[in-house]
Nanobody
């Protein structure tokens, strides 16, 4: 069955960095667009970043442009989100998502606080 397992979340100080990873299984990873979403308490889930099947096209929310980088390794069936210059408003649960089939991981908590 399809599985998306996120890891790498945690507590970080403002200005710090984290790298999230999502391990995919149960489907041909290289065929699909992958996305990262996040959901902060009391807010709707929002799209953070997207990457095309071959990694050639990436898109970002305005709020993270220049700070976050999405990447993928189709040989390892993983998609990553490098997050730099983190701000308290980046605090949220971050989810990995397979776009075409609307499959979601369980999420990983990111907390940015001093």
């Amino acid at each position: 069955q399809v599985q998306l397992v996120e890891s790498g979340g945690g507590l970080v100080q403002p200005g710090g960095s984290l790298r999230l990873s999502c391990a995919a299984s149960g489907f041909i990873f290289s065929y699909y667009t992958m996305r990262w979403y996040r959901q902060a308490p009391g807010k709707e889930r929002e799209l953070v970043a997207s990457i095309s099947s071959n990694g050639g096209i990436t898109n970002y929310a305005d709020s993270v442009k220049g700070r976050f980088t999405i990447s993928r390794d189709n040989a390892k069936n993983t998609v990553a989100l490098q997050m730099n210059s983190l701000k308290p408003e980046d605090t949220a649960v971050y989810y990995c998502m397979r776009y075409e089939n609307n499959d979601w991981g369980q999420g990983t908590q990111v907390t940015v606080s001093s």
